[in-house]
């Protein structure tokens, strides 16, 4: 397994939630590690990102003042601090691992080559 998410749950909104996407030594070595969330009957949306050089972030305009990614690279792991959650913030949260993500489709799943199973979260009003 290249990637393993897990610290989903259920939370009322206002609340606060970690995700953490422990990865293969190949995983966390590649040059972007992402969070995409996906709900039912919609696509999956780019929610943060994390670059290995330099460790530039991004984050999708809805998150942002919100959430926060970091890197342990002593774990081998990413983070996802989510605070301030909104019902609109439940969905199934999947980690990703891009080789070769250039800038331009960091927000694009498509550019990614390893998933993890995905955790879910849910916020309730």
């Known amino acids: 397994v290249q990637l393993q998410a897990s610290g989903g749950g259920l939370v009322q909104a206002g609340g606060s939630l970690r995700l953490s996407c422990v990865a293969s030594?190949?995983?966390?070595?590649?040059?972007?590690i992402a969070w995409f969330r996906q709900v039912p009957g919609k696509e999956r949306e780019f929610v943060a990102a994390?670059?290995?050089?330099?460790?530039?972030?991004y984050y999708v305009d809805s998150v942002k003042g919100r959430f926060t990614i970091s890197r342990d690279n002593a774990k081998n792991t990413v983070l996802l601090q989510m605070n301030s959650l909104k019902p609109e913030d439940t969905a199934v949260y999947y980690c990703?691992?891009?080789?070769?993500?250039?800038?331009?489709?960091?927000?694009?799943?498509?550019?990614?080559?390893?998933w993890g199973q995905g955790t879910q979260v849910t916020v309730s009003s």
């Open positions: 990703a691992a891009g080789l070769r993500t250039i800038l331009s489709t960091t927000t694009d799943p498509r550019g990614y080559d390893f």
């Open positions: 030594e190949r995983a966390f070595s590649a040059l972007v």
């Open positions: 994390i670059r290995k050089s330099g460790g530039h972030t």
